[in-house]
């Protein structure tokens, strides 16, 4: 967790193209042979086996009743009892990262992000074959966001707290650790775990619009009664819930996940009330004041602004424009200076080898995020003809899709240590994970109570890999001078998070589809010079 600051079958993601013909089926193999020797004096990524292993690892953070169709065998039923203290069926939801804690904010940007992906590469996604697994990890998050909103103005926040977590190393079918439940309501607000959950809900709507209308309009129902529960009651949640300040603290304050919310809440439902809050609440709130260079589950003005600057030259909100310009020119100060290119010190930090690194704690979050924001950015310039313009020069749409795939990349393996950051991807990657229920031995295969510290005698200071692999996790990653330390208490650099590897699995697909299209057009070039 953030402070303050059975693998599975491998599918073989191929281009699939119909009804080519015999000549070209040969040219195409021909291709392949050519490529698969090329490429092993090089370094080529399977994007295919990241993005189905990434979506495993939602699984593995499963809290409540492990479904019948669970693919990561070595977990079991967990936390059944939740929010029974409390009155409340606050059963299932994520566990964040390596221990039991469901924390609300990272929760619903975990699930904010998923959705966000999955809006926008969703036909990647679903070529890819992975449409049904993503979907089912934005159902197990937004599923408990019901439940936690048990009236208009009551959210449950958290259920147990960190302190007395961190005092014990179990599985979480074993917990022994308090269960509290705590909530934010009209007395004690939280404008910013409302405003996310809001987003995370809205977000979710118009994923499963066409798939499943009836709970697309729940979850849209949640989302507006949250947004309003926030908007009139304001104040952040770190200041209702004493017990989360050390972990997730709401530095930013709830003003972004205001904005961010109506954002939202614009796409799913084309009211213009939302979009008028955004233009509104653009200078007080901060949307067009900040200039940022991170996103996070903490910080949401870059991700805000990149969407509202899409709405810029859009005939429909001509009027808008002054408001929007500023919000694009915030929107390009983030890009800018992920790619270098603002002045000085205006931009991100990057480690000898070229990642970016924003803070010493889980700075593979900020990598991730980074990544996303920059492809979405980067199609919305290709697909409206435009550049972005930087302190340091005009760049261009592939430039800045290069840059993220580069990051993207060095996750995989294209780094120093020649380590795979993503759990379980490729041959070397971390073994010693920070994280209670991977690094002990599965309850499926010895169902023997172990007590509260049995976990730190037996299992956290063992030399040993973890005997589960958390397949798909993205972990903290390297320091600032690309240098990582495998070891078990190492979690600044070992323990992974829900939001590190949610908006991967978008970009995943979409360097995929890239290398899926690349494939067929050298074997249509091919074939048009084979006459």
């Known amino acids: 967790m953030e402070k303050m600051k059975k693998p599975h079958n491998n599918k073989h993601h191929y281009f699939r193209a119909s009804k080519i013909s015999i000549l070209q089926q040969h040219c195409c193999l021909c291709l392949f042979i050519f490529t698969i020797i090329f490429t092993s004096t090089t370094q080529a990524f399977d994007y295919g086996d990241a993005l189905s292993k990434s979506l495993l690892y939602f699984e593995a953070q499963r809290s409540g009743r492990i479904p019948y169709n669970q693919r990561v065998t070595w977990r079991d039923h967990s936390g059944l009892t939740d929010g029974l203290e409390q009155g409340v069926d606050l059963v299932g939801g994520y566990y964040d990262a390596g221990d039991h804690v469901k924390f609300g904010l990272p929760m619903a940007f975990t699930v904010t992000m998923l959705s966000w992906g999955a809006i926008e590469y969703m036909q990647e996604i679903a070529d890819a074959g992975e449409l049904e697994h993503t979907m089912e990890a934005i159902k197990w998050g937004t599923d408990y966001f019901i439940k936690a909103h048990t009236s208009p103005n009551v959210l449950w926040a958290e259920v147990g707290d960190g302190d007395t977590d961190h005092y014990c190393w179990q599985r979480p079918e074993d917990m022994t650790t308090s269960r509290r439940a705590f909530k934010i309501d009209d007395t004690n607000p939280g404008s910013d775990l409302a405003g996310e959950t809001a987003a995370a809900m809205a977000a979710a709507s118009i994923v499963f619009r066409n798939t499943n209308p009836h709970y697309s309009h729940l979850l849209l129902h949640h989302a507006r009664q949250l947004f309003e529960f926030g908007d009139k ?8 819930i004493d017990v989360v300040k050390s972990y997730y603290a709401s530095v930013s304050g709830y003003m972004d996940e205001l904005l961010w919310a109506a954002m939202w809440l614009y796409k799913a439902t084309d009211k213009e009330e939302y979009f008028e809050y955004v233009i509104s609440n653009a200078q007080s709130f901060g949307g067009t004041g900040w200039s940022i260079s991170e996103f996070s589950w903490d910080v949401k003005y870059a991700g805000l602004q990149i969407i509202a600057s899409q709405y810029l030259n859009d005939e429909k909100h001509k009027n808008h424009d002054d408001i929007l310009e500023q919000y694009r020119s915030k929107a390009e100060f983030y890009v800018c200076s992920c790619l270098n290119k603002n002045n000085g010190s205006n931009n991100v930090e990057r480690t000898p080898a070229g990642l970016l690194y924003v803070r010493q704690w889980n700075n593979m979050q900020y990598v991730s995020n980074a990544a996303f924001l920059l492809t979405v950015y980067a199609d919305f310039l290709r697909n409206t003809n435009q ?23 060095y996750i995989l393996g294209s780094n120093p240590m020649h380590m795979s950051y993503l759990v379980g991807y490729g041959p070397n990657y971390p073994e010693r994970v920070h994280h209670r229920g991977a690094s002990i031995v599965s309850y499926k295969d010895n169902k023997g ?10 299992w956290y200071g063992s030399e040993a890999p973890n005997p589960n692999v958390l397949v798909g996790a993205l972990v903290g990653g390297p320091d600032s001078q690309d240098n990582f330390e495998d070891q078990r208490n190492n979690y600044m650099q070992t323990e992974a998070c829900t939001y590190n590897t949610a908006p991967l699995v978008a970009v995943f697909a979409k360097l995929l589809h890239i290398e899926n299209q690349k494939f067929a057009d050298d074997c249509n070039s091919l074939l048009g010079c084979s006459f």
């Open 233 to 240: 009651y304001r104040g952040n949640y770190d200041a209702s």
């Open 387 to 409: 550049m972005l313009n930087c302190y340091e020069g005009t760049v261009g749409h592939e430039e800045i899709l290069n840059f993220a795939k580069s990051q993207v990349d």
């Open 449 to 458: 109570f172990i007590g509260c510290t049995q976990g730190y005698d037996n």
